[in-house]
């Protein structure tokens, strides 16, 4: 039989070196052998499912979905129980093209999908996370709650980053950042100031692992949404769209997270591939603001009004709104 070292083993899996070498100790990884201080891991040992929760103590059974990796100015994650009994009771692939920060797709954990988002430094993060989580975890570690050193991650330019030092600078901006507000300037420049919080949770290994077993089963790309439908979507699939909304006050019109704008042409562009995906014999929800434009585009469809609360509203009295779910099926 052929054996594998920690390290080995660490990058196979996308696991950290610690981690591997813990899961040795703690008997975890099936054939692993000590020698002296050494561990040899079988070639072909299976990744090892990792049970261990915030407390570093272990469970018996693992939750059977993982949650969103960053806190996203328009997330879903308070919208799921709405979301969720409006889902096909049947469908081929999951497709969502305006992915941000993926709460129903990581809610859903499907088998077959293709996930996407325009953004670049976004779809940059979950392929690095999907393929090396573990050295995205061990680059965390080397961040601190630090207002210098805030500022001193958000001065580099992602581009010129590593595909693990970017991914692991998205994650800890984005949880020391004020409010967890992923906002570019039309340089594409982060400019979000720092949040002063006591002690956020830089790193939780047992998210971004849970995550990480969820990304490896999707198609993920970057590319607009338009190319994405043309390319992925077929006949029976499920689209999940949910697009920069159609601002009702001033401070509710969050674009794309990226340079680009999103106005009213593109709207209008998005209910016609909506028709075009009906056509094509796929079901599609689509969230939005409660506004007019959506009545105009949308009224041959099923159309749902729910409240919701909007966490970035600088008003705290404005912070409460109506959203629109629209199913075609």
């Given at each position: 039989m052929d054996y594998i070292t920690i390290?080995?083993?660490?990058?196979?899996?996308?696991?950290?070196?610690?981690?591997?070498?813990t899961m040795c100790s703690e008997a975890m990884?099936?054939?692993?052998?000590r020698f002296s201080d050494v561990w040899a891991i079988p070639e072909n040992a299976k990744r090892p499912i990792d049970h261990r929760v915030k407390n570093g103590r272990y469970i018996k059974t693992k939750e059977d979905y993982a949650t969103p990796i960053l806190k996203w100015a328009g997330g879903k994650t308070q919208l799921l129980s709405e979301l969720i009994p409006r889902i096909p009771n049947s469908y081929n692939k999951y497709i969502e093209p305006f992915l941000g920060g993926g709460a129903l797709f990581f809610k859903l954990c499907p088998a077959k999908s293709v996930i996407a988002d325009s953004n670049p430094e976004l779809i940059n993060m979950y392929l690095t996370v999907a393929q090396q989580s573990g050295c995205v975890i061990d680059y965390l570690h080397n961040y601190k709650n630090d207002e210098s050193v805030f500022y001193e991650v958000r001065a580099k330019d992602w581009m010129q980053c590593s595909n693990i030092e970017a991914a692991a600078r998205m994650i800890y901006l984005n949880r020391t950042c004020f409010n967890g507000l992923y906002r570019l300037n039309r340089k594409g420049q982060f400019n979000t100031p720092y949040g002063r919080y006591k002690n956020p949770i830089i790193c939780n290994e047992a998210k971004i692992n849970a995550a990480a077993d969820v990304l490896r089963k999707a198609e993920i790309v970057c590319g607009d949404y338009l190319d994405v439908l043309g390319k992925y979507a077929s006949e029976g699939d499920f689209i999940f769209l949910d697009p920069p909304y159609i601002p009702v006050s001033e401070y509710s019109d969050f674009k794309r997270y990226t340079k680009e704008q999103f106005y009213e042409s593109d709207h209008r562009n998005l209910a016609k591939e909506v028709d075009r995906l009906v056509d094509l014999g796929c079901k599609v929800m689509l969230t939005n603001s409660n506004h007019p434009l959506v009545y105009e585009l949308y009224g041959k469809y099923k159309i749902d009004v729910v409240q919701t609360k909007r966490n970035i509203n600088r008003n705290g009295e404005k912070r409460y709104g109506e959203d629109v779910i629209v199913t075609t099926y």
């Amino acid at each position: 039989m052929d054996y594998i070292t920690i390290k080995e083993a660490a990058d196979k899996w996308g696991l950290s070196v610690r981690r591997v070498q813990t899961m040795c100790s703690e008997a975890m990884i099936e054939g692993a052998i000590r020698f002296s201080d050494v561990w040899a891991i079988p070639e072909n040992a299976k990744r090892p499912i990792d049970h261990r929760v915030k407390n570093g103590r272990y469970i018996k059974t693992k939750e059977d979905y993982a949650t969103p990796i960053l806190k996203w100015a328009g997330g879903k994650t308070q919208l799921l129980s709405e979301l969720i009994p409006r889902i096909p009771n049947s469908y081929n692939k999951y497709i969502e093209p305006f992915l941000g920060g993926g709460a129903l797709f990581f809610k859903l954990c499907p088998a077959k999908s293709v996930i996407a988002d325009s953004n670049p430094e976004l779809i940059n993060m979950y392929l690095t996370v999907a393929q090396q989580s573990g050295c995205v975890i061990d680059y965390l570690h080397n961040y601190k709650n630090d207002e210098s050193v805030f500022y001193e991650v958000r001065a580099k330019d992602w581009m010129q980053c590593s595909n693990i030092e970017a991914a692991a600078r998205m994650i800890y901006l984005n949880r020391t950042c004020f409010n967890g507000l992923y906002r570019l300037n039309r340089k594409g420049q982060f400019n979000t100031p720092y949040g002063r919080y006591k002690n956020p949770i830089i790193c939780n290994e047992a998210k971004i692992n849970a995550a990480a077993d969820v990304l490896r089963k999707a198609e993920i790309v970057c590319g607009d949404y338009l190319d994405v439908l043309g390319k992925y979507a077929s006949e029976g699939d499920f689209i999940f769209l949910d697009p920069p909304y159609i601002p009702v006050s001033e401070y509710s019109d969050f674009k794309r997270y990226t340079k680009e704008q999103f106005y009213e042409s593109d709207h209008r562009n998005l209910a016609k591939e909506v028709d075009r995906l009906v056509d094509l014999g796929c079901k599609v929800m689509l969230t939005n603001s409660n506004h007019p434009l959506v009545y105009e585009l949308y009224g041959k469809y099923k159309i749902d009004v729910v409240q919701t609360k909007r966490n970035i509203n600088r008003n705290g009295e404005k912070r409460y709104g109506e959203d629109v779910i629209v199913t075609t099926y």
